[in-house]
């Protein structure tokens, strides 16, 4: 679904906007914006957008429009926000933002792929899921025709990344990985990074909790993370603390 997000800062009105027919990696990175503001304590409602990909500067969403300014995805937001007096890390030092910053990447670069191989070179998730919800906006035949354009930009992208010819497995195997570092570094602690949020709380929060809650046909992901414990009573308790009057979607 597509959401609009309000907030005011210094008295400024600012808007998020995702994309309508959302697929599961544009939720996850849309719950991580809604997860970092929610962490910033700054208000937001919802609106639906279906054209919100065509409206963003980058062609992905989330994105926040301030006045004549449109600012997409999650990081540009980040500094955007950051502009305004709002930074969940400023209590790290250094060193500890590095490491904070490598664990991003570590999620940029493998949950991230592996949410759009799931969408776009997974066979039956392809066929079930992304394709009929991707151009369920359109009439035919461009119902049909705009999921394959997309297809061919997403399976591109994909190879040039050394992620469309892996197998299902190996793609598993990644976020195994991937996963088992989050949970080593989150260990028994309620954040990251001592004892408040920071910016990779919100990321991993959003693509986690999206993983774990999205109805798939192929639900290898969700699989891994469930072997995590920590991992899934950490998406249980942001839920909680930081969604509980709304819901987390």
Avoid at 77 to 91: D, M, P, R
């Amino acid at each position: 679904m597509a959401a609009l997000a309000r907030f005011i800062t210094k008295n400024k009105l600012s808007k998020l906007t995702v994309t309508g027919q959302i697929l599961l990696p544009d939720s996850a990175s849309c719950l991580s914006v809604k997860a970092f503001l929610e962490m910033c304590g700054l208000k937001y409602s919802v609106v639906l957008r279906n054209n919100a990909e065509h409206m963003s500067p980058s062609g992905k969403v989330p994105f926040i429009q301030i006045g004549p300014f449109l600012i997409s995805e999650f990081e540009p937001i980040i500094g955007f926000v950051n502009t305004k007096g709002f930074h969940l890390s400023a209590n790290l030092d250094d060193t500890e933002r590095a490491e904070m910053r490598a664990y991003m990447a570590l999620v940029d670069n493998i949950l991230v792929n592996a949410e759009h191989y799931i969408s776009w070179c997974d066979a039956t998730v392809l066929q079930t899921v992304t394709k009929p919800r991707y151009g369920s906006p359109y009439p035919w035949p461009l119902n049909k025709l705009v999921p394959l354009k997309k297809w061919y930009e997403e399976t591109s992208r994909l190879k040039a990344l050394g992620w469309s010819q892996k197998t299902l497995s190996e793609v598993c195997e990644e976020v195994q990985t991937c996963c088992q570092a989050l949970s080593e570094r989150l260990d028994k602690n309620n954040f990251f990074f001592g004892n408040r949020p920071t910016e990779l709380d919100a990321l991993v929060f959003g693509h986690l909790f999206t993983i774990l809650t999205t109805p798939m046909p192929v639900n290898k992901l969700a699989e891994i993370v469930k072997n995590f414990d920590n991992l899934v009573h950490f998406c249980a308790r942001i839920e909680q603390q930081y969604f509980s009057a709304t819901e987390a979607s």
